[in-house]
């Protein structure tokens, strides 16, 4: 059975520093540690091959950004547009993107782990191997999202909205559901534990009670 690949990295990168982006600017088989990228403007970037450590992209406009084999850590992308982003076997640990907005982005063999995603918006996002570890994504959007197969491993969901998603397959059984955004349609399919099916249950308007009641 398929699983989610790992970024492929080469064993050596070449250290560099950057201070700008520029539009179509391509920046492959390097490790960038430490750059202030704070509220850079640029469209179609392409990082490939690359390391990225304590780089600050906080506020920063990437449209279209590409990445390809990355790994991502200690890193800040805070309220960064990076609508119809395209990442394949990409790695994110550790890092902050609080309110950063992914909107109809192209999303393959991509891990967030120990993430602050809080408010993020995944808005119409396409998805393939996607995954979530110790997140929190308190306050996330995902409305109109495919996120078939997803796992979502000890997260924090609370206040989520999975309006109009596709479910099918995605777990959710170790994660916190409170105050969830869905429907009982938008569930289908999902995978969840026998104490979060009563949580559901209420989140839907139903009314669970023991039969000798």
Not at 120 to 142: M, P
Not at 182 to 207: E, F, N, R
């Amino acid at each position: 059975m398929p699983k989610l690949q790992p970024p492929k990295l080469p064993k050596s990168l070449v250290l560099e520093t950057l201070t700008k982006l520029e539009d179509h600017g391509e920046y492959t088989i390097i490790e960038l540690s430490n750059c202030d990228l704070t509220g850079q403007s640029a469209r179609d970037v392409l990082f490939e091959e690359t390391s990225l450590r304590r780089t600050n992209l906080t506020g920063s406009r990437l449209p279209k950004l590409r990445l390809l084999d990355v790994r991502l850590e200690a890193c800040d992308l805070s309220g960064a547009f990076l609508e119809e982003a395209r990442f394949r076997r990409v790695e994110f640990v550790g890092c902050r993107l609080l309110g950063a907005q992914l909107l109809s982005a192209q999303l393959d063999d991509l891990r967030f782990k120990e993430c602050n995603l809080e408010g993020a918006v995944f808005a119409s996002c396409q998805t393939k191997f996607l995954r979530f570890e110790k997140c929190n994504l308190r306050n996330a959007t995902f409305e109109g999202a495919s996120l078939e197969g997803t796992i979502f491993q000890q997260c924090n969901l609370s206040n989520v909205d999975l309006r109009n998603t596709n479910l099918q397959k995605a777990d959710l059984r170790s994660s916190t559901l409170d105050s969830l955004q869905v429907t009982a349609k938008d569930m289908q399919g999902a995978i969840i534990s026998p104490t979060q099916a009563i949580q559901v249950a209420s989140l839907l308007g139903v009314t669970v009670l023991d039969e000798n009641l």
